[in-house]
């Protein structure tokens, strides 16, 4: 049991890479945690972690251990949770890991019943444009865009196809170059979206009937939240690429103003997606039912 203890000790550390944050996640002291991954590390006679004055990360054999006894140790977790929701009252916290649109449109409207319903489910959000891995990153379930979703993974339909737009206000429009095709976008101020796993600006996808393309822009302010990408284009800051219908209504009222609506792109809807290889506990399986009820499919 030492062993195991040990191993779990490390495995926060390689995940958070930091000494502090793992401590606070086990409820220990730092030293008291370094102590036991040095003792590992010495009882399988290996250096485990890579340590500076101002990081920790996994050395290869440590990297080859992760990926190893990380799915294990979750799986172990997970049967556990099932096993404790045998009983009437469903219990446990469903980690999930959404973009803020997501989950400020699909998941936190419809998981607000069922948290009312079964005070004993936690539910921890993680808002995350990057395409994480579930099990690396200890979430339960996923919600993302279709096409984005692996094809190893459960996934099923909780939204209907979602369409990109291209807006600004009347106040910037007034001052700038009207766009008549994509490549104008390039002359204008743009508001752009931070992707933090490639570490790079998303890109404007636009379709006019078979016609595909993607624009690369710039301006003056770049966020990784769209709804902050949302104000800054009411303040007048220049071209957003968000969500149709999350600024529908600001369109509506006129104090946004559609840009190249022709080129729009439709995507396929957000599922929510999760591991088939593990055992869901009976709180994930009603967090995903809350999801799933929220959304009724349109008759052809």
């Excluded at 996923?142 to 990109?164: E, F, H, N, S, Y």
Aim: proline share 5%; net charge positive; charged share 25%.
């Amino acid at each position: 049991m030492e062993d195991f203890n040990d191993l779990m000790a490390f495995m926060a550390v390689a995940r958070e890479r930091n000494f502090t944050r793992a401590a606070a996640q086990l409820g220990v002291s730092q030293s008291a945690l370094s102590r036991t991954v040095r003792a590992l590390e010495e009882r399988m006679g290996v250096p485990l972690l890579t340590r500076t004055t101002r990081s920790v990360s996994p050395t290869e054999t440590g990297e080859r251990l992760l990926s190893s006894i990380g799915p294990r140790f979750e799986e172990i977790q997970a049967e556990l949770e099932s096993l404790r929701a045998m009983t009437d009252r469903p219990a446990g916290t469903v980690r999930i890991t959404a973009t803020d649109y997501a989950a400020n449109a699909y998941v936190w409207p419809r998981v607000q019943t069922l948290l009312r319903q079964y005070p004993e489910i936690k539910i921890e959000l993680v808002n995350d444009y990057g395409l994480s891995d579930l099990v690396a990153n200890r979430c339960d379930i996923g919600v993302r865009l279709g096409d984005q979703v692996a094809k190893d993974m459960i996934a099923v339909r909780i939204a209907p196809d979602m369409t990109m737009a291209i807006v600004g206000s009347p106040a910037y429009l007034q001052t700038a170059t009207r766009a008549r095709t994509p490549q104008d976008l390039t002359r204008h101020n743009c508001i752009n979206l931070r992707l933090p796993t490639r570490d790079s600006l998303l890109a404007w996808e636009l379709s006019k009937g078979r016609r595909e393309l993607q624009v690369r822009v710039e301006g003056q302010l770049t966020f990784n939240n769209v709804y902050q990408m949302v104000e800054a284009a009411l303040a007048g800051f220049g071209l957003a690429y968000v969500p149709r219908d999350l600024v529908e209504p600001h369109v509506e009222a006129e104090r946004l103003v559609w840009v190249l609506e022709e080129w729009f792109p439709t995507f396929v809807g957000h599922h929510v997606y999760y591991p088939s290889r593990r055992k869901s506990s009976r709180a994930v399986e009603l967090v995903v039912d809350a999801l799933k009820s929220g959304y009724r499919r349109r008759a052809p």
